[in-house]
């Protein structure tokens, strides 16, 4: 998904939308949700790796359309620029982005993803709260390991290596 997340941030960024990266796998623009990544990994009976990633994007979605119980927390690409985009026009840009990016990964240059990846995140040196099966952990998110893993600092300085939960970033009090 870091792919993938970093092919969506680039085009977003080319079109001139400032968006960022939560980890693992979602693209706020302004601290709200305008796409989320998912991927489903198996094997088939050869054991060759089968990876289907899914990305959903809101990209003409009004306010009014989002329910109540979120629309604080979602946005679209069109309610940022103030107008309607081309779906097939959005899709291509990030396709383009894509294909770029997937490269990068065949070649086995991990780092190179997560260089960028970093460059658009929005979780890193912030205050999270994780939800995990075993519970919640609070804590800094100090950085990501070379296989994606976020690494955060509880507040009695133990470091977690997180590889999937949910993560709720605080907002700073004011």
């Known amino acids: ?5 970093v092919a969506l941030a680039s085009s977003l960024k080319e079109r001139g939308i400032d968006s960022r990266i939560k980890w693992p796998n979602d693209i706020l623009i302004q601290e709200r949700k305008v796409a989320g990544i998912l991927m489903e990994v198996s094997a088939d009976r050869n ?9 959903g994007i809101n990209v003409n979605t009004s306010i009014e359309a989002f329910p109540p119980s979120l629309r604080d927390s979602v ?3 069109s309610l940022n620029i103030g107008r309607p985009l081309s779906r097939i026009r959005v899709f291509q840009d990030f396709l383009t982005h894509f ?8 070649s086995e240059r991990f780092e190179d ?3 960028a990846w970093r460059g658009f995140s929005s979780t890193l040196g912030t205050r ?3 939800t995990l099966q075993e519970g919640i952990i609070s804590g800094l998110a100090e950085g990501i390991d070379s296989q994606g893993a976020l690494l955060l600092r ?4 133990r470091q977690h290596r997180i590889i999937a939960g949910d993560v709720i970033h605080c ?3 004011s």
């Open 47 to 55: 054991r060759t790796a089968i990876i289907v990633v899914g990305v």
């Open 1 to 5: 998904t870091f792919a993938t997340a």
């Open 154 to 157: 509880d507040d009695e300085g």
């Open 171 to 173: 907002r700073p009090s």
């Open 75 to 77: 946005t679209s690409l």
């Open 113 to 115: 993803i997560l260089r």
């Open 128 to 130: 999270v709260n994780v």
């Open 99 to 106: 294909e770029f990016w997937y490269e990068v990964l065949i």
